[in-house]
């Protein structure tokens, strides 16, 4: 099991920055996988940014040069920054853990409890 909760979300002016954080209950260094995803009204949960415990990350284009996934393996937090933020990034955005069990093998996904992000213009 990994309880997972995200911080810092808000409202913020188009141009501005936020960073949100995502704790998680357990070493990161036991999670094979995380992940931001976002929920606009209307639209389907879509991902912004994942990370493996390799350090690999994947981008979504639209974020691309815009947003930083980090993390602190000290804090069992990963963190996402958020610049140059637009009203088009207004959303919920959720955190994602993945763990691999090899025997027998699944994957299991925990999610936080999402935190709103506003952007107005």
């Known amino acids: 099991q990994v309880q997972l909760v995200e911080s810092g979300g808000g409202l913020v002016q ?7 954080s995502c704790a998680a209950s357990r070493s990161l260094f036991s999670i094979n996988a995380m992940g931001w995803y976002r929920q606009a009204p209307g639209k389907q949960r879509e991902l912004v940014v994942g990370i493996t415990g390799g350090g690999s990350t994947r981008y979504a284009d639209s974020v691309k040069g815009r947003f930083t996934i980090s993390s602190d393996t000290a804090k069992n937090t990963v963190y996402l920054q958020m610049n140059s933020l637009t009203p088009e990034d ?21 999610w936080g409890q999402g935190t709103q992000v506003t952007v107005s213009s």
Do not use: F, Q
């Open 14 to 20: 188009a141009g501005g920055s936020l960073r949100l």
């Open 90 to 110: 207004t959303a919920v955005y959720y955190c994602k853990a993945t763990v691999v069990i090899s025997t027998p093998p699944y994957e299991y996904d925990y």
